[in-house]
């Protein structure tokens, strides 16, 4: 989760970064340089999520239905 967490603070540093370079009225390419930056962390941000998730239900599914029953069945046994 660290990777994830470093992700969103990098996130964060770049939006307040372009948000310094519109009020400043920076070079257009150095703002959508900057925008692009920031889409390429909201993707990664967005696959971190999702294979949290995946491993997530892939943990509950073999709780309940193999730990789970197998304790049950150690416990009356």
Do not use: F
């Not at 070079?27 to 990664?44: F, G, M, Y």
């Amino acid at each position: 989760m660290q990777a994830g967490e470093a992700l969103r603070t990098e996130h964060q540093k770049k939006s307040m970064l372009l948000r310094s370079q519109e009020v400043k009225g920076e070079d257009p390419n150095v703002i959508e340089r900057t925008r692009a930056v920031i889409k390429r962390l909201h993707s990664e941000i967005l696959v971190s999520y999702q294979g949290v998730e995946s491993i997530t239900a892939a943990v509950k599914k073999a709780r309940d239905e193999e730990l789970y029953p197998q304790l049950m069945e150690l416990s009356e046994g």
